[in-house]
């Protein structure tokens, strides 16, 4: 049984998972009106191709847009063995490895990225997310502060609202929050985020205020209403958070968390006011 006069945990806290842009590039323009008479100037192109670095970046962009990453991994090594500081290539790797998960090997190579154009918002922000997931979260602070300095980005600021989160520093997480909000206050993750921060504040009605804010702006949203449902018990409100969970709780495909959804109205229903 689960007291309703006390805290209950936030349960859909943060969608940790992080998109990175894709890499944008030109195909390569496939030469017009080529016939058997041209097979020694086309012998001559390819071999020039294969020696240049932005050819062989453009065919690992191409690669990665097609979900063929281990192809665009090749390619960009290749870009970067001909040209150590080809910028493209090294953020093209980032991403590759980024992709398939490979998250050490797309922190060195958004590194090196960085290094060579260190005041790129959206590079620093990409080594940021990279580091995190391998736990360098001193490092990731260092690289998400370098990006919201370089372009104040609404997604930096959340990447590091999240991430002050995580460390329990939740004074500061708010304040990235509320800062996500005011440059895009029409992200349904921002205002999920500042919920989360207050619910562990314990300032559980504004909590609640805040993920009505987001399912304004994502009404579908499982997270959203699951959290706002466990503000409203925070906040001595059963009689509103009945029908929050009950309408989410088919929703719900988790197990564990369906079975503690269960429990949270089972409290509600057992309580004689």
């Known amino acids: 049984m689960i007291d309703r006069h006390g805290t209950a945990t936030t349960l859909l806290a943060l969608f940790l998972a992080a998109a990175l842009p894709a890499v944008a590039c030109a195909a ?25 670095p932005q050819y062989q970046y453009e065919m690992g962009a191409i690669a990665l847009r097609y979900g063929l990453t281990d192809e665009a991994v090749r390619y960009g090594q290749q870009a970067v063995s001909l040209d150590p500081d080809h910028l493209d290539g090294w953020k093209l790797l980032g991403l590759a490895y980024y992709t398939k998960g490979e998250f050490v090997l797309a922190a060195d190579a958004y590194g090196k990225a960085a290094a060579i154009k260190p005041g790129d918002g959206e590079l620093q922000r990409n080594l ?30 959340f990447f ?13 997480a708010l304040e ?24 562990q504040l314990g300032r559980h009605a ?9 399912l304004v702006l994502a009404p579908e949203d499982i997270g959203l209403q699951v959290n706002l449902g466990i503000a409203y018990i925070n906040s001595n409100q059963p009689a509103k958070a ?32």
């Open 28 to 52: 390569a323009a496939a030469p017009a009106g080529t016939d058997a008479s041209a097979a020694d100037p086309q012998k001559k192109k390819k071999s020039s191709d294969e020696k240049n």
């Open 242 to 273: 009945k029908p929050v969970l009950e309408a989410v709780l088919p929703k719900i495909t988790d197990e564990v968390l369906k079975k503690r959804i269960v429990e949270y109205l089972g409290s509600i229903k057992d309580d004689p006011k």
């Open 206 to 214: 504004e909590a609640a205020g805040s993920f009505q804010a987001g």
């Open 128 to 157: 940021g997310l990279a580091l995190a997931e391998i736990g360098e979260a001193g490092r990731a602070e260092e690289a998400l502060k370098k990006a919201f300095a370089a372009d104040g980005n609404a997604e930096t600021a």
């Open 160 to 172: 590091l609202g999240k991430l002050y989160y995580g460390a329990g520093r939740h004074e500061e």
């Open 176 to 199: 990235y929050a509320l800062q996500s909000i005011r440059k895009d206050g029409k992200s349904p993750k921002a205002y999920n985020l500042k919920g989360v921060v207050l619910n």
